[in-house]
């Protein structure tokens, strides 16, 4: 079936009725806006990011459900690095005419889906025509108690920095996908389907032991960077300790200019964030559905800079880089 048999508010009405309702939701889908209620003394996240098809993503690449699971999760994922917990998601769509409406139930299905393992619910969105690629823009609204808001402001000389699960999966799966290569299964995985760190974000918020934090999108150098611009600091990072899988130290053996990809190469989206050294053993044990912490380095005086170092403490010269979509 075709999106014309359906039409812009046939399509509406398909993702209508399978959205589920909260108890915050007052008015979803079906409004002029989405009305909900804020718990007292809770403060209202909201964040929006971009997938464009040949950009963040090529459709034969992966399959629909999975792409709409990513789009939530790249998403929730600065909620999840606020220490916030998630309510609302607004799905804006670009959608070629051709599009078939199985792929769309798909997409959305992956989006709802995503949205219930969240805790969010899907509260509105708009709905076009694209003469071109798939345009996906997602917004999340989530909330966090006044005192457990975490930015990348806080973090002080003397903090430690720790980062959550593994660094280079995703970029070393793209690489192969650009060179027309599978990439291995787990790989692949880390990819295409992300889990936002919300539980973890969340836990760090509650316990009080993030000082600064941000969600590792563009790569770990340059989302460090972000910390260390808004806190007005630098840090040691140590280039041997950073948290690797299996299957990245794999390929690594082979081919150790890959490390590159850990420090750089984006779509980690685990969490960066520095914490108090006294509060090391605390953040050590967060090691929440199997997902490890690593201390990576600690926040120095603004004055150094950011120095990257092997495992004898020798300074290595930082790759270039981290994503920017224009540079
Ligand atoms: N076109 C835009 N208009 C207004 N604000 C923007 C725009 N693009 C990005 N921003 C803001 O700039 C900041 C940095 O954006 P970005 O690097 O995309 O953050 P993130 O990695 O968390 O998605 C965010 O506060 C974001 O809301
Ligand atoms: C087809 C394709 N080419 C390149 C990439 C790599 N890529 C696209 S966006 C991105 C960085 C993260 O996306 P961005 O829009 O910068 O997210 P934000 O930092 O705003 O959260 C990367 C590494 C990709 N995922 N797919
Ligand atoms: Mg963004």
Redesign the pocket.
Known sequence: MKLGDIGEFGFIERIRKRAAAASHLLLGIGDDCAVSRVAPGELLLA???LLIEDIHFRRGWSDMHTLGRKSVS??V??LA?MGGRALNLYLGLGIPADTSVEDLDAFANGVLDACAAYGAVLAGGDTCRSPGPLFISVTVEGSVPEAQLVTRAGARPGDLLWVSGTLGDSALALRELLAGRRPPALLAARHHDPCARLDLGRVLAVQGLATAM??V??GLLA?LG?ILDSSAVGALVERDVLPLSPAFRAALQAEPALLDLALCGGEDYELLFTSPPEKAAAVAALAIEGVPVTQIGCVLPQDHGVRLVDAQGRPCAPPRGGFDHFY
Request: hydrophobic share 20%; charged share 35%; net charge negative.
């Open positions: 964040s929006t990011d790249v998403n994922s600065d690095a941000i969600d999108s563009d989302d972000h």
